[in-house]
């Protein structure tokens, strides 16, 4: 419900019956189902921020496109199409193990990798893009704002950061990433 900003719902006196529960784990280890929805969500959610940002680099490009191009201008746009790109390549892998990988933590770890990577490189392409854009892009009209604010979000999708290198090094480890070591 974070997604609608609705916060809180209460259920007061619902019955639900056994039957209609269709998972149940212990609290804070992996279920099954957690490796297929990681599979199948991630890719679908992390599309979107991969979208925002190539749209960020257009935008940027456009308004730089006005101006004189010097070399810092020139070096300040390569960075950004390699952020654009190293977070499409990074989006391409999360599409490519839920396409041929089987469930379960290798596949997770690898999702979740992919993931961390695309995060970073669409925050940074973010900030990139306004300095590529220079002065214009703080007008509420180059439509940065809305763009910018958006690919915040994508830091906060699981596994964040320092749980997506502690299950990586786990698994690197060979320890039990169920176990809380």
């Not at 419900?1 to 019956?17: G, K, N, P, T």
């Not at 041929?100 to 999702?111: C, E, K, L, Q």
């Amino acid at each position: 419900m974070r997604a609608s900003a609705s916060h809180d719902i209460i259920l007061e006196e619902v019955f639900v019956a056994d039957a209609a529960v269709s998972v149940r784990r212990t609290p804070g280890l992996w279920h099954p189902v957690y490796h297929v929805v990681s599979m199948i969500a991630m890719p679908l959610i992390y599309a979107v921020y991969l979208g925002i940002a190539q749209a960020a680099r257009d935008r940027a490009l456009e308004l730089a496109r006005r101006r004189r191009q010097g070399p810092r201008l020139l070096d300040l746009a390569g960075e950004l199409l390699n952020e654009v790109r190293a977070a499409e390549l990074a989006h391409g892998d999360m599409i490519a193990a839920a396409a041929s990988d089987d469930p379960g933590f290798p596949t997770t770890n690898r999702v979740y990798t992919a993931r961390a990577l695309a995060g970073r490189a669409v925050l940074r392409a973010a900030d990139l893009a306004f300095e590529v854009a220079g002065g214009a892009g703080l007008f509420r009209d180059a439509g940065f704002e809305r763009l910018f604010r958006d690919l915040q979000s994508s830091r906060f999708h699981p596994l964040q950061d320092g749980d997506q290198r502690h299950l990586a090094a786990a698994l690197a480890f060979g320890l039990d990433p169920d176990a809380g070591q």
